[in-house]
């Protein structure tokens, strides 16, 4: 068995992206500990955003579940309501956002909102603030379970825009800045170029024949594909200071 | 608008008199913190619906009311379990009409808060960027395409939002319904502005005095309330800072009971119509765990200087 979930290395894979003093608008589960994680290491200075309404430069002073508990509000910078951290967001104020969801595409097109089965149309919880986040932050990270059924070659609805159908089309759209600069999976992560998919690394043990059955496009690949960095013995010990009980990256 | 003195009442009273089959009811304002349980539970028990639910995150109050028979329509950003994602009665009224059709009018978490802010200020229509390019902007009525006339670009207009009543839960507030709460606040201000009428529910009952000692704290003024009512964990199993932190058990239990649909209706006789009322259910929880969530590391804010 491994030292590391596939969970925490994706974690760590995740904060890796978050370059100190910048801000942050952070999501929940695996996006959060990533924050977290990046704050106690190479980005102490980034601040980070959470859509109820809280502006924290700190982890939060305990185990979470969701951002409005009692510990991540604690000892905030700033408490406010969804009308203020939007319009940060719709300001141009937020260099990063993170969204996960049930289904990618090589676009980097997200779904939250319903999914096409043999059985029939499965409706999901829907956007939350993933659609603002895709749309307003200058970057985007996607961060989600590597299967086929998720890695698709088209989402069967867009809820938060990617790069839409390639270059060109967010500005067609009417979206000004942003689109996905990552995807991290449980097997790998992808950069976009020209708008695509693009593999970059592969995560320690995993095969591109691996990555490839599990990926719902025909696969495009960075000149040199690199090997994900596990995540470090003082990175596993802060990822699981918040979440103690494995609760989000089991 | 009520007058001061008819402020004050008991739960049930409160949500007979304000809430009404029909009405757009806001409530789980913000977010994933400060939902008003008791008062949602209390219009499950009195079965006032059909009603259309306005929220940006609501967790599992929605998915309760739907449960229940009692949504026609939701407005929101998101309805689910925010522990554990699906929320499986909301799921089986769209996917098969149980128990009964639900209609869903899909926004993002800014663009309701924008639909709100117009309808507090009076406007018919709110200008966003987002959610442009997403699929919820095709054949939503709420949402337009428009030109911005001074600068050419493409935007939404954003339909105005009016809720008839708004279910919020806060801290404290005074007899004359001025309500104060701390915390992150999602759409609160917004939605007590935007409603006809306004339900306060809050930990504490306070004088006055406390009230004025603080002014910045004043989340809904008087002028907006209707009926005010002191509800001890009236907002439990969601968090409410300085008073007791997220069950995240409850929620998870929650999940399991409702993955099919019998299960899901014991689950209410168990939790919501079986208990009398929120006092019952305060019981059926027990001493012990309201204890192992009532706030343990006491942080109190630096006094400020409100004198003259």
């Given at each position: 068995m491994s030292a590391y979930t596939p969970g925490e290395i994706m974690v760590s894979a995740a904060a890796r992206q978050i370059q100190d003093r910048e801000v942050v608008f952070v999501g929940m589960r695996l996006p959060l500990l990533a924050f977290m994680l990046a704050k106690e290491t190479h980005a102490p200075n980034a601040v980070g955003l959470f859509e109820n309404g809280v502006l924290r430069d700190q982890p939060a002073q305990g185990p979470i579940i969701t951002m409005g508990d009692t510990p991540n509000q604690s000892r905030a910078l700033k408490v406010c309501g969804l009308d203020e951290v939007m319009s940060l967001l719709s300001g141009g104020r937020v260099d990063l956002g993170f969204i996960g969801g049930a289904q990618v595409d090589q676009w980097g097109n997200v779904n939250t909102h319903q999914v096409d089965t043999p059985k029939g149309q499965v409706r999901l919880p829907g956007s939350g603030g993933g659609a603002d986040i895709a749309c307003l932050a200058g970057r985007l990270l996607i961060i989600m379970n590597h299967e086929l059924r998720r890695l698709v070659?088209?989402?069967?609805?867009?809820?938060s825009p990617g790069w839409g159908e390639g270059p060109g089309w967010r500005e067609s759209q009417g979206l000004n800045r942003g689109g996905p600069a990552a995807l991290i999976t449980s097997l790998g992560v992808f950069t976009f170029v020209q708008g695509r998919a693009t593999l970059a690394s592969l995560h320690p043990g995993v095969g591109l024949e691996q990555v490839a059955a599990q990926t719902g496009w025909e696969l495009t690949t960075a000149p040199q594909v690199e090997t994900t960095p596990e995540p470090t013995t003082k990175e596993l010990e802060i990822i699981r200071r918040f979440d103690p009980h494995r609760f989000w990256t089991a | 608008m009520a007058k001061p003195s008819d402020k004050v009442c008991d739960l049930p009273d409160a949500v007979a008199r304000l809430v009404r089959p029909g009405d757009a009811v806001a409530l789980s304002c913000g977010l994933e913190g400060m939902i008003p349980y008791a008062a949602a539970h209390e219009l499950i028990r009195q079965k006032i619906g059909p009603l259309t639910l306005i929220a940006p995150i609501s967790n599992i109050s929605f998915d309760q009311i739907i449960a229940a028979g009692l949504a026609q329509r939701v407005v929101a950003a998101w309805v689910g379990?925010?522990?554990?994602?699906?929320?499986y009665n909301f799921r089986r009224a769209v996917e098969q009409s149980r128990p009964r059709p639900l209609e869903v009018i899909d926004h993002s978490n800014f663009s309701i808060t924008l639909a709100l802010e117009a309808g507090a200020r009076g406007l018919p229509m709110a200008v966003g960027r987002s959610p442009l390019g997403s699929d919820m902007v095709r054949d939503n009525p709420h949402f337009k395409k428009i030109t911005c006339p001074h600068s050419g670009q493409e935007l939404l207009a954003i339909k105005a939002l009016n809720p008839e009543v708004a279910l919020i839960h806060v801290q404290r507030a005074d007899a004359q319904g001025n309500g104060q709460g701390w915390g992150a606040t999602g759409f609160t201000r917004q939605a007590a502005m935007a409603s006809k009428r306004v339900l306060l529910t809050c930990e504490e009952l306070v004088d006055s005095e406390v009230i004025r000692r603080d002014p910045d704290r004043t989340l809904v003024p008087g002028i907006l309330v209707d009926a005010v009512c002191e509800v001890p964990w009236g907002a439990h199993p969601a968090p409410v800072q300085g008073y007791y932190d997220l069950d995240n058990q409850f929620y998870l239990d929650y999940a399991a009971a409702t993955r099919d649909e019998g299960s899901a209706q014991q689950w209410l006789a168990e939790w919501i119509t079986g208990p009398g009322g929120r006092a019952d259910y305060l019981a059926k929880l027990g001493s012990d765990r309201l204890c192992g969530l009532a706030t343990q590391h006491s942080l109190p804010t630096a006094p400020v200087e409100y004198g003259w």
């Open positions: 070659p088209r989402v069967d609805y867009i809820t | 379990n925010v522990s554990t994602g699906i929320g």
